[in-house]
């Protein structure tokens, strides 16, 4: 008798911290899209001063420039956009206990953010204008460098969830670290998007 009570109450205590477990998981994912949400507030208002701004300047590009090249960052777009494809297959991959696979398309997600890190530093080595080139050149280089930033943070988050990786038994309990990590890839590259529109695309 005391066996099965005991037996009872271990299986309803696991019940229990599985359940808990679970909600504080969720917990921690509903305070990180809260956190994109802000940062997303953020992007929107850079995005409407863009706007503004170059509807209403009649000199919107500085002297001499008579746009940006489309071909190199296009290129970028591609390879940035593509990495949310996989490192959606590395979510999938930890989910089915497949740490190999995991491992390979988180390396060649970070691989394909690091390409367009690099792009981006070419493109701004050449570019005729600088930071303080007008409002066109301030609103460039810092709706651009603020965006690379976010890259390079998805960047070291994949490196450490990679890295977090070779702890045994660290995914046991929850994946939240890689799918917050995954769900800024993504919030990362739809920004990216946008800013390819107004700032490529929009000329």
């Known amino acids: 008798m005391d066996s099965s009570l005991d037996s009872y109450q271990l299986q309803n205590h696991s019940h229990h911290g599985g359940e808990h477990g679970h909600d504080e998981e969720g917990n921690k994912m509903f305070g990180f899209i809260v956190f994109l949400l802000s940062e997303s507030v953020i992007f929107l208002s850079f995005f409407a001063g863009y706007i503004v701004y170059k509807l209403t300047n009649p000199n919107w590009l500085p002297a001499g420039v008579e746009g940006l090249e489309v071909r190199e960052p296009a290129i970028n777009t591609v390879v940035l956009v593509a990495s949310s494809f996989v490192i959606y297959l590395a979510e999938r991959s930890l989910q089915r206990h497949n740490l190999s696979g995991f491992r390979m398309y988180l390396l060649a997600t970070m691989a394909m953010g690091s390409y367009f890190l690099v792009g981006q530093a070419i493109e701004w080595s050449h570019l005729a ?72 695309v929009w000329q």
């Open 129 to 200: 204008f600088g930071f303080t080139s007008g409002t066109f050149g301030g609103m460039f280089y810092l709706l651009t460098g603020f965006h690379g930033l976010h890259v390079l943070t998805g960047i070291l988050l994949q490196l450490m969830i990679l890295i977090r990786s070779f702890i045994p038994g660290n995914y046991e309990s929850g994946h939240f670290g890689v799918n917050a990590t995954s769900l800024f890839w993504h919030f990362v590259d739809v920004i990216w998007i946008v800013l390819f529109v107004l700032l490529y």
